[in-house]
């Protein structure tokens, strides 16, 4: 039974969450007596689901004070007046805010000069670069969850502007092989399903990359009985692809036989106008990777009319006569279809444990500026905490074991 009574409608959903959360509130519990974060101001940009407020509840436990923003299309209001309730917590976020408002919000929160910031999407981190470089010199760690948020880092690495260091979590194995895997895809095509309410059993979808969260969705979808079409720009995702049995192709030739298309590579406009073009009438598409992995703009141009034929559906009627259905606008469908609350509790459970130990460990260890890959005894202490959480006890090596590892004479 939780020890947290529910008092409002944000509390029960975080109440929810956090009985599914087990590693997050062990954490919570040390981090209460160890204090980590004290004197720290922390940022945290992410959706503003009742898992991300789980995941601020343990920063604030460990004696940060949090500022959070979030994303659009994917901010839970109840769990936003919940949090903002705690002293020392602060909101830059609303439910229902419009694009155009949350640069000056991201700024407002930056200018509070945060010490660190835990991110989605490389959003804050890019953008305190970018807008506020005298803040970006003083910041003392990062960390980031997202595959798109690591191709930034990457890029900003390449050219050496990081001011400060910052945790890849997202290349962790307990990132890759549960929340990319097993977390996106359960929540994508549970946000299709809830957003069409039609039937995948039979149809034809079309995955847009083959990367953890494209392998796990292909690999679900199929066994749901879909008949799975995978596109792929690297030769050995594609490959892997093929030898895992989906069909694999160019969406130039997947665009006329899927009936659905997830679009999941975390890059821009992999389904695009020539695709459109091609696709046959009342296909649906949506991403599960990044708000520009469709040309949303070329389908807006391309057609004679819009409607909406139920909530999370816009319809873009073309001047042949065929319709597109295009789910939650192009965000993330597990994130901003109707009533979707984001990847299982379970699987960010182990993402925002790990996102805290990593911060924790960059804050006690210090770093120069610079992309880093997490310790890989860090995460394995995360695993190691799920299993215990489970009742499940692992095998222990051996030292007999640990001598032939290390002997390269063996015979």
Partial sequence: MSTHPPQSRG??????????????ESYRGDYAESRPFAGETVAVSAPLTPHTGVFIETLHAGGAEVLFCGEPDTNHGPVIEELAELDGVEAFV???MELDEYGPA???????????????????????????PEIAANVRAGCEQTTAGITRLEAMDRE??????????????????????????????TGLLMTTNTMISGETVVVAGYGYCGRGLARKLRGMGAQTIVTEADPRKALEAHMDGHRVMSMAEAAP?????????????????EHFEAMADGAIVASAGTASEIDVGALEAMAARESEP??????????????????????????????????????????????????????????????????????????????????????????????YADDWRRK
Avoid at 377 to 399: C, H, P, Q
Wanted: one cysteine or more.
């Fill in 94 to 96: 609303e439910e229902g």
């Fill in 106 to 132: 991201q700024d407002a929160l930056l200018e509070r000069e945060p010490d660190v910031i835990f991110d989605d999407g490389c959003a804050l981190i890019a953008r305190v670069h970018d807008e506020h």
């Fill in 310 to 403: 139920k909530e999370g559906v816009t319809r873009y009627h073309l001047d042949d006569g065929r319709h597109i259905n295009l789910l939650t606008d192009g965000y993330v469908v597990n994130l901003a279809a109707p009533g979707a609350a984001g990847n299982p509790s379970e699987v960010m459970d182990l993402t925002f444990a790990t996102m805290s130990v990593a911060a924790d460990d960059l804050l006690e260890r210090g770093r120069e500026p610079g992309l880093y890959a997490l310790p890989d005894e860090l995460d394995r202490a995360v695993a190691e905490r799920k299993l215990e959480t489970l009742g499940i006890e692992a095998e222990k090596i051996t030292e007999n074991q640990e001598a």
């Fill in 160 to 189: 050496g502007v990081l001011e400060f260091p910052v945790y890849g979590v997202n290349d962790t194995p307990m990132k890759h092989y549960f929340d990319n895997v097993h977390g996106t895809s359960e929540s994508t095509i």
């Fill in 257 to 273: 036989e899927g009936d659905y298309f997830v679009a999941v590579t975390g890059s821009q406009h992999v389904i695009r106008e």
């Fill in 11 to 24: 509390e029960k959903a975080l109440a929810w969450v956090r009985d599914h959360s087990p590693v997050l």
